[in-house]
């Protein structure tokens, strides 16, 4: 993809940024990806590869069924092609690239992965999102820039004594505990660009969305368990 470049490699990952989207409910920010870096993204998740760029997050796939969102067949898999052997791009360059626009951190993979330095380049002075299932273990200072994924509403409690603000799927707006808000998205139609809530710590409130599609599916199997 022309408008992908890599910003980060390891021996076993890649970090990709790809400057364009299309997707409606962020609008057009800039998308970064954590990727396997020997293995497409759609093998990675049969090898159990995948486990080197989204951890252990309850999303990937676990006894056949996989409940992520992420459709890695489309914009993971055709950036990981396109510049899977192309040099690095450093951060500083890549932010200048960037201009104003926002980014988001972990279009696909958990950008607790990646360098906390090249996120704080990355995000500086822009509107970014991002979201870690990693928030037990990562470095406190990843919450400056990223919200806990969190399932119950103990974990939430875990994570918010940690420093992170939350984000949650809930079943419907019941469920909504106090300290937390229903995405603008939903409430306004105000889309991640102009938006910028998930941006990490501070003191705006903790965030919840309904369920839906995989989301859904993972919700029933956290309250069947």
Not at 146 to 164: C, D, F, I, P
């Amino acid at each position: 993809m022309k408008n992908s470049i890599v910003v980060y490699r390891d021996a076993d990952k890649i970090g990709t940024l790809t400057y364009t989207s299309a997707n409606r409910k962020t609008g057009d920010m800039a998308q970064l990806q954590i990727l396997a870096r020997h293995e497409s993204p759609t093998a990675a998740i049969e090898s159990g590869t995948d486990s080197v760029v989204c951890g252990d997050c309850p999303l990937r796939k676990t006894n056949g069924k996989r409940v992520c969102y992420v459709n890695v067949a489309h914009a993971p898999l055709a950036v990981w092609k396109a510049v899977r052997r192309a040099p690095v791009t450093s951060a500083v360059k890549a932010k200048a690239r960037l201009a104003r626009k926002g980014i988001r951190l972990g279009a696909y993979g958990d950008p607790a992965f990646l360098p906390l330095p090249l996120l704080e380049t990355l995000t500086d002075g822009r509107v970014s999102t991002g979201y870690t299932h990693q928030w037990a273990t990562a470095d406190r200072r990843y919450s400056r820039h990223l919200m806990a994924s969190v399932e119950t509403l103990e974990q939430r409690t875990q994570a918010k004594a940690k420093g992170y603000r939350t984000f949650r799927v809930v079943a419907d707006l019941s469920a909504i505990a106090d300290g937390e808000i229903l995405c603008p998205n939903y409430t306004q139609g105000i889309n991640c660009a102009d938006c910028g809530l998930c941006n990490g710590a501070g003191k705006a409130k903790d965030i919840v969305i309904l369920a839906h599609g995989n989301g859904a599916a993972h919700l029933n199997q956290i309250e069947g368990a």
